[in-house]
RNA sequence: GGCCCCGUCGCCAAGUGGUAAGGCAGAGGUCUGCAAAAUCUCCAUCACCAGUUCGAAUCUGGUCGGGGCCUCCA
């Protein structure tokens, strides 16, 4: 089985092919440090965490580089407003990134460079492309010359002349032709800087990427992601920076995720209509954020909606409670049982647990089809639950499938960052939240909870069912085992 | 205006030529004192129209509807 993944270069999936056999570098755009992150950096982020982490399950060496892009325009700007230096600025949302990104349970890369970390690397690049008479100096600043890179806009596939006709000079800078963009700025009073050939200055948004990842990742590397919004003019200026400056292919593979939408519409700072992560965590476990994130395919726009989020925890949970059951009925069960036969009415559901990883690596190589290997994941639960039902007559054999399947589960789900918890501590978790909002406290349930279990006792079920009825007014489910009753937020 | 993407069951969502995964919701059965969970059964011909093909949700053309990029943006 070969991994295939759809290049935005070429507009087609793609038999994944490393330049170095059984090794991966990776580049992944990171954030623009001067604010909190939204969950549209969520998405992006799970996303290429997926991708690295699928990359090591399939046993790739996976050097994964993402960067801080921690000086620009608007860390400037922020800083300045708030009458702190640039620095502090972008250090405070380095934190606040690094706090998100770990709660969202993401793996962290091999490298996670800050551009003002080279600073010298960057000069150096510029001065290449200079020399290669790629790029021009005009007061202090730096441009790039558009027309000398035959191949810009290969990626975006657009047209140069339709381009130019849109394109804008803003008031101040001093650009040759208006589709040519800053490698280096001169710095204006007041803005951080760094000496450089043409004065004091710095880099321009796009040079740093290419600066980084050729100083960690080589001239020519294999995956490139990001959001579909940096594709143009971001990728391409890195192409035409990487390749005017190396004279060689930049990168194999071009990813991109899609937008989360609100309402059907794009969720972006400038629209102001965003959430983030921090706000989102508030009401829901992280795990239910990507989980809801990986139920659709990473290049499809997704909907962000508290519906959907609802509906992700309700699923999420579905994989807790089976695994809870398994936990449960495994540690009880006769470790001594005989061997024992197979019913034929467990053939099917035997089947599906044994198809399990098969079905989830040919999902997860068509272009990380995480949807689908979810989907997968949901079968190999109903075939659990169906097994998990012969509770009482689990023989030897049926004890290893079960511990096989819960072991494939979870192995595999750790491929998606999912099932990480402890499945009875999960569900204890869920089952507190919302409790403040119904207005009860644990003690009040349990309390009820006795005096229930002795009305069952004595078999006044009319007063056992009152109580009932109360609690779920209150969103409170009682849920009755032979171990006795414990109870859930419904 | 230019370029591009999308429109699949009430909702979410896979599926790029071979006869519609999965989840949620819903109906009925089993289990349960009653419930819950679980399980079983049922529940779509793929916006519309016209083509290509033995065969199309999947290809082509058109219509309608939604969205994105072209400026900072994951």
């Given at each position: 089985?070969?991994?295939?993944?759809?290049?935005?270069?070429?507009?087609?999936?793609?038999?994944?092919?490393?330049?170095?056999?059984?090794?991966?570098?990776?580049?992944?755009?990171?954030?623009?440090?001067?604010?909190?992150?939204?969950?549209?950096?969520?998405?992006?982020?799970?996303?290429?965490?997926?991708?690295?982490?699928?990359?090591?399950?399939?046993?790739?060496?996976?050097?994964?580089?993402?960067?801080?892009?921690?000086?620009?325009?608007?860390?400037?700007?922020?800083?300045?407003?708030?009458?702190?230096?640039?620095?502090?600025?972008?250090?405070?949302?380095?934190?606040?990134?690094?706090?998100?990104?770990?709660?969202?349970?993401?793996?962290?890369?091999?490298?996670?460079?800050?551009?003002?970390?080279?600073?010298?690397?960057?000069?150096?690049?510029?001065?290449?492309?200079?020399?290669?008479?790629?790029?021009?100096?005009?007061?202090?600043?730096?441009?790039?010359?558009?027309?000398?890179?035959?191949?810009?806009?290969?990626?975006?596939?657009?047209?140069?002349?339709?381009?130019?006709?849109?394109?804008?000079?803003?008031?101040?800078?001093?650009?040759?032709?208006?589709?040519?963009?800053?490698?280096?700025?001169?710095?204006?009073?007041?803005?951080?800087?760094?000496?450089?050939?043409?004065?004091a200055g710095r880099p321009g948004w796009h040079i740093e990427c290419s600066a980084m990842s050729s100083t960690l990742l080589g001239t020519t590397f294999d995956i490139h992601g990001g959001g579909r919004d940096l594709i143009f003019p971001h990728h391409e200026n890195e192409i035409a920076q990487s390749e005017g400056a190396s004279g060689k292919l930049f990168v194999k593979y071009w990813l991109h995720n899609g937008f989360v939408?609100?309402?059907?519409?794009?969720?972006?700072?400038?629209?102001?209509?965003?959430?983030?992560?921090?706000?989102?965590?508030?009401?829901?476990?992280?795990?239910?954020?990507?989980?809801?994130?990986?139920?659709?395919?990473?290049?499809?726009?997704?909907?962000?909606?508290?519906?959907?989020?609802?509906?992700?925890?309700?699923?999420?949970?579905?994989?807790?409670?089976?695994?809870?059951?398994?936990?449960?009925?495994?540690?009880?069960?006769?470790?001594?049982?005989?061997?024992?036969?197979?019913?034929?009415?467990?053939?099917?559901?035997?089947?599906?647990?044994?198809?399990?990883?098969?079905?989830?690596?040919?999902?997860?190589?068509?272009?990380?089809?995480?949807?689908?290997?979810?989907?997968?994941?949901?079968?190999?639960?109903?075939?659990?639950?169906?097994?998990?039902?012969?509770?009482?007559?689990?023989?030897?054999?049926?004890?290893?499938?079960?511990?096989?399947?819960?072991?494939?589960?979870?192995?595999?789900?750790?491929?998606?960052?999912?099932?990480?918890?402890?499945?009875?501590?999960?569900?204890?978790?869920?089952?507190?939240?919302?409790?403040?909002?119904?207005?009860?406290?644990?003690?009040?349930?349990?309390?009820?909870?006795?005096?229930?279990?002795?009305?069952?006792?004595?078999?006044?079920?009319?007063?056992?069912?009152?109580?009932?009825?109360?609690?779920?007014?209150?969103?409170?489910?009682?849920?009755?085992?032979?171990?006795?009753?414990?109870?859930?937020?419904?």
């Amino acid at each position: 089985m070969t991994l295939r993944v759809y290049n935005t270069m070429s507009g087609k999936k793609e038999e994944f092919q490393s330049l170095v056999p059984g090794k991966v570098g990776m580049y992944v755009c990171g954030v623009t440090v001067y604010d909190y992150c939204h969950i549209g950096h969520a998405r992006a982020n799970i996303v290429f965490d997926i991708v690295y982490r699928y990359l090591q399950y399939r046993n790739y060496d996976v050097t994964y580089v993402r960067n801080y892009t921690d000086v620009d325009d608007k860390i400037i700007a922020r800083a300045n407003e708030r009458g702190i230096t640039s620095q502090e600025l972008s250090e405070e949302f380095i934190r606040a990134f690094d706090e998100d990104m770990a709660a969202l349970g993401l793996r962290k890369p091999t490298h996670e460079p800050k551009a003002t970390e080279h600073i010298a690397q960057i000069i150096t690049l510029v001065e290449k492309l200079i020399d290669k008479g790629l790029a021009y100096e005009s007061a202090g600043d730096v441009y790039y010359i558009v027309d000398k890179f035959p191949s810009y806009l290969k990626l975006s596939k657009r047209n140069m002349e339709e381009m130019q006709a849109g394109a804008r000079i803003t008031p101040g800078e001093q650009k040759r032709n208006p589709m040519d963009f800053a490698l280096w700025k001169a710095a204006k009073p007041g803005e951080p800087s760094w000496a450089s050939p043409w004065g004091a200055g710095r880099p321009g948004w796009h040079i740093e990427c290419s600066a980084m990842s050729s100083t960690l990742l080589g001239t020519t590397f294999d995956i490139h992601g990001g959001g579909r919004d940096l594709i143009f003019p971001h990728h391409e200026n890195e192409i035409a920076q990487s390749e005017g400056a190396s004279g060689k292919l930049f990168v194999k593979y071009w990813l991109h995720n899609g937008f989360v939408n609100v309402n059907q519409e794009k969720m972006s700072k400038s629209l102001g209509n965003f959430f983030t992560i921090r706000d989102i965590l508030k009401s829901y476990d992280p795990e239910i954020v990507r989980f809801f994130i990986l139920t659709a395919h990473y290049r499809s726009p997704i909907d962000f909606s508290d519906q959907n989020l609802e509906e992700s925890r309700i699923g999420l949970s579905r994989f807790y409670e089976a695994l809870a059951q398994l936990d449960k009925v495994l540690a009880k069960a006769d470790t001594n049982a005989e061997q024992g036969g197979l019913s034929d009415a467990l053939a099917e559901p035997i089947e599906r647990l044994v198809q399990l990883e098969e079905r989830f690596r040919s999902a997860m190589d068509d272009d990380f089809n995480t949807a689908l290997a979810i989907g997968h994941m949901f079968d190999a639960v109903r075939a659990l639950n169906r097994i998990l039902a012969e509770e009482n007559n689990l023989n030897g054999q049926l004890q290893a499938i079960l511990g096989k399947g819960r072991d494939d589960l979870l192995r595999l789900g750790d491929v998606l960052g999912l099932f990480g918890s402890e499945p009875a501590a999960w569900l204890a978790r869920s089952a507190q939240e919302g409790l403040a909002d119904a207005g009860l406290s644990e003690a009040d349930i349990e309390t009820l909870i006795v005096e229930r279990r002795d009305a069952r006792a004595n078999r006044d079920f009319a007063r056992a069912d009152q109580i009932r009825d109360e609690l779920l007014a209150k969103g409170v489910l009682l849920l009755d085992s032979p171990e006795g009753t414990t109870w859930k937020m419904k």
